[in-house]
């Protein structure tokens, strides 16, 4: 059997193939109001008060590769609304652009579908699946369709400019001829520095850089007293608290008071 073009219902070159991408048996169609806000439609004005549906199609996404004279392969995709029981065509929608079908904003089951005859003329439908399920399928099978028809690559859609791929530079840091590299490691530090930061000392002949350091350790216990010793400090901090101690062996030594009932009766 020959394949024919969807949209315009003439024959394809025998080396074309055709897919079928989506298919929902059974989706409502609707006709909607006239657009009155720029923020979207909305389902609720099809639906009531009184229903605009006027059909109950049947839907499918068909991808048809069309082999060039030049030996390329063409892809498209069109979005068919088709009699459930005869199969016949009702309308037909190329989707050559994200705008063709759009989501309304009061639901996740409905969109409005941009159809087009073979004449050229456009119209807009409302389109209603009966499951959300079937309604994410169908929006996940367009997506899949983008990405595979690059519509964001495409110059005349404004809203999806082309991006340009910034040039990476790169830097040669490799030796040129005659270039050489010289590595110190005799750990001789600068004129004007020391080791760990310090300024320099008497020995070169200049000042101290405005301050002088501590004398070492050993020079310091030579010329510094001895420090007081813990019996010492205690003693000047309490020097009316001192008292001379009880000759060994005496009554109060042993613990006893020579009071009124010092002694045993």
Same mark, same amino acid.
């Not at 389902?43 to 839907?59: E, N, Y």
């Given at each position: 059997?020959?394949?024919?073009?969807?949209?315009?219902?003439?024959?394809?070159?025998?080396?074309?193939?055709?897919?079928?991408?989506?298919?929902?048996?059974?989706?409502?169609?609707?006709?909607?109001?006239?657009?009155?806000?720029?923020?979207?439609?909305?389902?609720?004005?099809?639906?009531?008060?009184?229903?605009?549906?006027?059909?109950?199609?049947?839907?499918?996404?068909? +991808? !048809?590769?069309?082999?060039?004279? /030049? &030996?390329?392969?063409?892809?498209?995709?069109?979005?068919?609304?088709?009699? %459930? #029981? $005869?199969?016949?065509?009702?309308?037909?929608?190329?989707?050559?652009?994200?705008?063709?079908?759009?989501?309304?904003?009061?639901?996740?089951?409905?969109?409005?579908?941009?159809?087009?005859?073979?004449?050229?003329?456009?119209?807009?439908?409302?389109?209603?699946?009966?499951?959300?399920?079937?309604?994410?399928?169908?929006?996940?099978?367009?997506?899949?369709?983008?990405?595979?028809?690059?519509?964001?690559?495409?110059?005349?859609?404004?809203?999806?400019?082309?991006?340009?791929?910034?040039?990476?530079?790169?830097?040669?840091?490799?030796?040129?001829?005659? +270039? !050489?590299?010289?590595?110190?490691? /005799? &750990?001789?530090?600068?004129?004007?520095?020391?080791?760990?930061?310090?300024? %320099? #000392? $008497?020995?070169?002949?200049?000042?101290?850089?405005?301050?002088?350091?501590?004398?070492?350790?050993?020079?310091?216990?030579?010329?510094?007293?001895?420090?007081?010793?813990?019996?010492?400090?205690?003693?000047?901090?309490?020097?009316?608290?001192?008292?001379?101690?009880?000759?060994?062996?005496?009554?109060?030594?042993?613990?006893?008071?020579?009071?009124?009932?010092?002694?045993?009766?």
């Amino acid at each position: 059997m020959a394949l024919v073009d969807p949209t315009t219902s003439r024959p394809l070159p025998p080396d074309s193939i055709q897919r079928i991408l989506f298919l929902s048996p059974r989706v409502h169609i609707y006709n909607p109001p006239p657009l009155t806000s720029t923020s979207g439609h909305l389902a609720s004005t099809w639906t009531g008060p009184v229903s605009r549906q006027i059909f109950t199609a049947r839907l499918r996404i068909l +991808e !048809t590769a069309v082999s060039t004279s /030049s &030996g390329a392969e063409k892809l498209k995709a069109d979005i068919l609304l088709e009699d %459930p #029981s $005869s199969g016949e065509l009702f309308a037909a929608a190329p989707y050559t652009a994200a705008a063709v079908v759009e989501q309304v904003v009061d639901s996740s089951r409905f969109f409005a579908i941009r159809v087009q005859d073979p004449a050229g003329r456009k119209a807009v439908l409302g389109l209603g699946f009966e499951e959300r399920s079937e309604a994410f399928d169908f929006s996940v099978a367009l997506q899949e369709v983008r990405k595979t028809l690059d519509f964001d690559k495409v110059p005349g859609d404004p809203r999806r400019p082309v991006k340009k791929e910034q040039k990476k530079v790169e830097r040669d840091f490799s030796l040129k001829d005659g +270039e !050489t590299i010289t590595v110190n490691l /005799s &750990g001789k530090v600068g004129k004007g520095r020391r080791a760990g930061g310090l300024s %320099p #000392s $008497s020995n070169e002949g200049g000042p101290a850089g405005g301050f002088s350091l501590p004398p070492p350790p050993g020079a310091q216990q030579a010329w510094l007293p001895p420090p007081p010793s813990a019996q010492d400090v205690k003693a000047k901090k309490r020097p009316n608290q001192t008292r001379e101690a009880p000759a060994p062996g005496s009554i109060e030594d042993m613990g006893f008071d020579d009071g009124e009932f010092g002694e045993f009766q």
